[in-house]
């Protein structure tokens, strides 16, 4: 990530920006792929300076202060609030899932054509749906984690009492959502993937940035609000009632997160200059391709020993998967656009979101009004379904 002086306020190609030119370039994207570290630990350097504030006034900031009364409210037990003793059998999910969402799940017999999917048989298509499972799991696991590192971060370097004490309690909603995904993962599937390559990057990078309001950009609106839309999708499709209640649990918490998000960094960035929000800007477009990138699964498709050739075929004659990935930005582009950050330096952000195609989010409703946000009590309190 670079920093943009205030007299350097230029455009920087795709290439600098994501590190190839071509934005869909799958050749690209499916050649990099997620591993686990050897020594089984990721570690990032984070230099970031720790605050303390003088100022203990609470509810200086009257907005901030409600969603913590909130969050205090809201908090659920994942080992006794989910119901642990139903039994998840993965190959009838997956055939029910398909069954359920079937204008969804039905392979366009000539994208097949040529490639090694065309003689799979009903197994090994109930396989590819069972790693399908185990892949997005675990990146929903090592999102959360990413989110428990730089929530703790957020306490330590944002300068207002009141973030500080928000952000407390998102520790402990993060911490609950890696266990619950994390148990649901052992107990419930059959394994665990690495954390996939362009997340691991993202995540590098808001962990790396020493300032405080990157950590918000990068986790709280990006990382954060596509997680609310993918949870939400996910939570419509599956036919799994540990899942679905789960699902519905942590998307709670996930609207006061990305509301947090929100409340804290709109007035902040009305004081930035044009080369500061350009700097803004530019890591929310990172942010995205590295989001859709993430979508592309490749892990899987290794897994399933699918060629590079192939999986290029059958996406490039899939038009949906990319109205599916759009679709997860639903959450974002209102956000990004009540920060100011769609239309400041002249609407470069504006501009890419409309090459991405998902502009037409951006009138949706923003974080800020999502129901579950400033909701009183947990979810268990409120029978969510």
Excluded at 248 to 275: I, Q
Excluded at 300 to 316: G, H, L, N, S, Y
Excluded at 321 to 331: E, H, I, P, T, Y
Excluded at 360 to 370: H, I, K
């Amino acid at each position: 990530m670079t920093t943009v002086d205030d007299d350097q306020a230029m455009l920087r190609s795709n290439l600098e920006l994501i590190g190839r030119e071509k934005i869909n370039d799958l050749e690209e994207v499916l050649n990099f792929v997620g591993q686990y570290d050897v020594d089984g630990f990721h570690r990032v350097p984070d230099n970031c300076p720790a605050e303390f504030t003088w100022d203990y006034e609470k509810g200086a900031k009257p907005q901030l202060d409600k969603l913590y009364e909130k969050a205090k409210k809201a908090q659920w037990n994942g080992q006794t609030d989910l119901d642990w003793s139903i039994e998840v059998d993965q190959e009838r999910v997956v055939v029910a899932n398909a069954e359920a969402n079937s204008a969804m799940a039905q392979w366009d017999p000539s994208a097949l054509a040529g490639t090694v999917l065309e003689k799979w048989d009903e197994k090994r298509f109930v396989e590819f749906g069972i790693e399908n499972q185990n892949w997005m799991l675990s990146q929903f696991m090592h999102g959360e984690q990413g989110a428990l590192l730089c929530t703790a971060k957020i306490v330590e370097t944002v300068p207002w009492i009141d973030a500080k004490y928000y952000a407390a309690t998102q520790v402990m909603d993060e911490a609950r959502h890696v266990e619950v995904f994390s148990k649901y993962l052992d107990t419930k599937l059959s394994g665990h993937y690495p954390m996939n390559a362009h997340l691991g990057l993202l995540l590098d990078d808001i962990v790396s940035d020493s300032r405080w309001d990157m950590t918000y950009l990068g986790m709280q609106i990006m990382v954060e609000g596509l997680a609310l839309a993918a949870f939400g999708f996910i939570h419509m499709m599956t036919t799994e009632p540990l899942l679905k209640k789960l699902l519905r649990y942590v998307m709670a918490d996930e609207a006061r997160h990305v509301a947090f998000g929100v409340l804290s960094l709109k007035e902040y960035y009305t004081e930035l200059n044009a080369a500061e929000l350009r700097d803004r800007q530019e890591f929310a477009f990172e942010a995205a391709i590295r989001m859709k990138d993430r979508m592309v699964m490749q892990e899987v498709w290794e897994r399933m020993e699918v060629p590079t050739a192939d999986i290029i075929k059958i996406m490039q004659s899939a038009p949906e998967r990319d109205d599916f990935q759009v679709l997860l930005f639903s959450k974002i582009v209102p956000n990004l656009k009540k920060l100011g950050l769609l239309d400041a330096a002249d609407g470069w952000l504006r501009t890419k979101f409309t090459e991405m195609g998902a502009i037409a989010f951006e009138n949706l409703t923003d974080s800020t009004e999502e129901e579950d946000a400033f909701a009183d009590g947990s979810p268990v309190d409120r029978q969510v379904a």
